[in-house]
């Protein structure tokens, strides 16, 4: 069964720093892209970006680029997001989705981060 | 950024119906375009992929149509399992861009 685990979501100050993970099961990790969209409260989906197989190909929605950075490690089948200099506007769940040729077919539960002091 | 259009924002019908999502997107997507339901509380769930696909374990109820701009979701004899909001999104073009959703209610 595929599974996907947020993790690392909480309250945290403005301006600062969070690192979320998520981690994979149930299927061949280093075979799929992963993604990370998100959806602030009551809002729509935001796609924020996403990695290949070997890391060697990330792309971000341009807003978020100099704020947030991907990265994977294949060897422990997780799936990470570096988020940096948070607003109130990065207030929202985090969900990790499992590419499939740019849609995605496998979701995490997601994680809420609220940026607030 | 290619700009994804959902229409309409919410939708009310009665049970056994059969309704229609409509997505327009700013440019030609060559059929690049997933449909996701999402259940109140829950993370999305993909239904359709390259715009007419079904996806495995999706009833089939659900079906997808369209091409260039113009793309629709149809989900015949409505259940109320159906609640849920839907969202298009499509992935010809970097950055991906959802729609920004349509909310299924029952009449």
């Known amino acids: 069964e595929v599974k996907l685990v947020e993790s690392g979501g909480g309250l945290v100050q403005p301006g600062r720093s969070l690192k979320l993970s998520c981690a994979a099961s149930g299927f061949s990790f280093n075979d799929y892209w992963m993604g990370w969209v998100r959806q602030a409260p009551g809002k729509g989906l935001e796609w924020i970006g996403e990695?290949?197989?070997?890391?060697?190909?990330?792309n971000y929605t341009p807003s978020l680029k100099d704020k947030f950075t991907i990265s994977r490690d294949n060897a422990q089948n997780t799936l990470y997001l570096q988020m940096s200099k948070l607003g109130s506007e990065d207030t929202a769940i985090y969900y990790c989705a499992r590419g499939n040729y740019g849609s995605y077919d496998y979701w995490g539960q997601g994680v809420m981060v609220t940026v607030s002091s | 950024d290619i700009r994804m259009t959902q229409s309409p924002a919410s939708l009310s019908a009665s049970l056994g119906e059969t309704v229609n999502i409509e997505c327009l997107a700013s440019e030609d997507i060559y059929s690049d375009l997933a449909w996701y339901q999402q259940k109140p509380g829950k993370s999305p769930q993909l239904l359709i992929y390259?715009?007419?696909s079904l996806q495995n374990g999706v009833p089939s109820r659900f079906s997808g149509s369209g091409s260039g701009t113009q793309y629709s979701l149809k989900i015949n004899s409505l259940q109320s399992e159906d609640v849920a909001t839907y969202f298009c999104?499509?992935?010809?073009?970097?950055?991906?861009?959802f729609g920004s959703g349509t909310k299924l209610e029952i009449k």
């Open positions: 390259n715009a007419n």
């Open positions: 990695i290949n197989q070997d890391s060697s190909t990330i």
């Open positions: 999104q499509q992935y010809n073009n970097y950055p991906l861009t």
